[in-house]
Each structure stands twice: as C-alpha cells, then as structure tokens.
C-alpha cells in the first residue's frame, strides 16, 4: 500500500500512468509445471501460450493475450492497445479511470508507428475476455515491409507494461517494485512460414525446481485505488494459482 500510495501520489502531481507489479511466489519441489501448462493452455485456447527455457532467463510459462506486432509476408502489421480491466460486465460503460489508462496506451502506440513513418489505422473498441476478468482492446492496423524486430523494440515496453511518460514510469518501478521483473513485461513469439508473431510475456510464472513466482500488474493512474488495484492483480494471476495448485504431487 505504501509503495503504491507514493506513485499515486506523484501521478496526481504530474498526470500520467505507472503500471507497478507483484508477484505471487511459493514452493515448487512437488509441482508437475508439464500438468500446469496443460491445465492453463486448456483455459485461454485463444492466447500465445508458451512455455519456454534458457540458461540466461530460466524457465517461464504464460497465456498472453496481448499481441505486440503481427507482420505477415503480404506487408500487413497488426498491434493493439490492451489496457484497463474489470471483472466481466455484458454492457457497462468502462470507467473514466480503466478509459483513461486505456487512452495512454492508444496513444502512445499510433505515435510510435508515426516516428517510424507508419500510418496506423485504429479499430472500434472492444471487451477481450480473459477467464472472469475482460479488457479494453483496440486493434491497431498498418502496412510495413520491413524488419519487424525494429518495430517491436520501438514498441517495447508499451504503457501497458511500463506507463507512460515512459522514463518517469520505469524509475517509479525501479524506486517501488522490491522484486526484479526479469522477462515480465517483455516479449515472446515465433516466426513462421506467414510472418512474425511477437506477445508481450505475460500472465506468466518464472520458475525453477525450488520455487515459483507468478506476475501480475496494474495499471496506476491518479484515480487508482489501492484495494481495487489488489484485486485486480488478484484476478489476473487466479487461473494461474489454481492450475499451479492442482499439479502438486
């Protein structure tokens, strides 16, 4: 409560967004994680799910359903803004404080792509499910014949991971957060014969034979709630928990 009252605290001074994580851990001797990626996989068939390891990042597995940048052979680039969340509401308008978040990320998207002489074309706003909890989305489209890594690190970390002015975001992460993020809020993706799929790495767990810890952010603005910010965070990394939960031996 404290770390997250100082930057709430210094948003209302200057306006902006800080997303600030935590991180769920527990022991990890008895868990089957080839049993917890199928568990989770099976909840969200529609996100980028990974499981992955190398020796520089340890092991990692996530159900992401933030894509990054999609650039397929033909010259077309997909992105979205994905911020602001709320457990699922079938028609409820969001709230000024899940709408401004959500603005900031938009925003900052459509500028990047502009720097890089891309004109984005963004669509209608939609809900994006994920189990109990939904997000705004907008889906951010474009035409790009180059090298999408260059895109991708234009992009990275966007306000939905990091905040927004970004260098005033990342050092109220690096003065509250009291554990490292390693490859939280990064990326990860594939490339196939149709082009390049790049994820944020998220609704994730870091984990090795003796432990696990599990990540999960909100996005903080000047309207934020400590509470609500808890809860939200608590939502995001449930499946997670009860899939982790399940395959102990």
Same mark, same amino acid.
């Given at each position: 409560?404290?770390?997250?009252?100082?930057?709430?605290?210094?948003?209302?001074?200057?306006?902006g967004?800080?997303?600030?994580?935590?991180?769920?851990?527990?022991?990890?001797?008895?868990?089957?994680?080839?049993?917890v990626?199928?568990?989770?996989?099976?909840?969200?068939?529609?996100?980028?799910?990974? !499981?992955?390891?190398?020796?520089? =990042?340890?092991?990692?597995?996530?159900?992401?359903?933030?894509?990054l940048?999609?650039?397929?052979?033909?010259?077309? !680039?997909?992105?979205?803004?994905?911020a602001g =969340?709320?457990m699922?509401?079938?028609?409820?308008?969001?709230?000024?404080?899940?709408?401004?978040?959500?603005?900031?990320?938009?925003?900052?998207?459509?500028?990047?792509?502009?720097?890089?002489?891309?004109?984005?074309?963004?669509?209608?706003?939609e809900?994006?499910?994920?189990?109990?909890?939904?997000?705004?989305?907008h889906?951010i =489209?474009?035409?790009?014949?180059?090298?999408?890594?260059?895109?991708?690190?234009? !992009?990275?970390?966007?306000?939905?991971?990091?905040? =927004?002015?970004?260098?005033?975001a990342?050092?109220?992460?690096?003065?509250?957060?009291?554990?490292?993020?390693?490859?939280?809020?990064?990326?990860?993706?594939?490339?196939d014969?149709?082009?390049?799929?790049?994820?944020?790495?998220?609704?994730?767990?870091?984990?090795?034979?003796?432990?696990?810890?599990?990540?999960?952010?909100?996005?903080?603005?000047?309207?934020?709630?400590?509470?609500?910010?808890?809860?939200?965070?608590?939502?995001?990394?449930?499946v997670?928990?009860?899939?982790?939960?399940?395959?102990?031996?």
């Open positions: 409560d404290n770390a997250l009252n100082t930057v709430v605290n210094g948003l209302k001074l200057r306006g967004k800080t997303v600030i994580s935590r991180v769920i851990c527990g022991d990890a001797y008895d868990i089957d994680w080839l049993s990626a199928e568990k989770y996989f099976n909840c969200f068939p529609s996100t980028f799910r990974y !499981l992955y390891y190398t020796a520089a =990042t340890g092991a990692w597995l996530g159900a992401s359903p933030e894509l940048l999609e650039c397929d052979n033909a010259g077309n !680039l997909s992105t979205m803004s994905l =969340t709320r699922k509401s079938s028609d409820a308008a969001w709230d000024d404080k899940n709408r401004e978040e959500h603005d900031y990320v938009t925003r900052y998207i459509v500028d990047k792509l502009l720097s890089l002489g891309i004109n984005a074309a963004v669509g209608c706003a809900n994006v499910s994920y189990g109990a909890i939904e997000h705004l989305c889906r =489209t474009a035409r790009y014949a180059g090298n999408p890594f260059i895109v991708a690190d234009m !992009l990275s970390p966007t306000p939905a991971l990091a905040g =927004t002015p970004l260098d005033k990342l050092n109220d992460i690096t003065l509250n957060e009291r554990h490292p993020r390693r490859c939280y809020g990064g990326y990860v993706g594939v490339t014969s149709e082009g390049t799929h790049i994820f944020v790495n998220l609704r994730c767990v870091h984990f090795d034979e003796a432990r696990y810890c599990i990540y999960a952010g909100g996005g903080i603005t000047a309207k934020s709630e400590s509470a609500t910010e808890w809860d939200e965070t608590s939502a995001k990394s449930q997670l928990l009860n899939a982790i939960n399940q395959s102990r031996s």
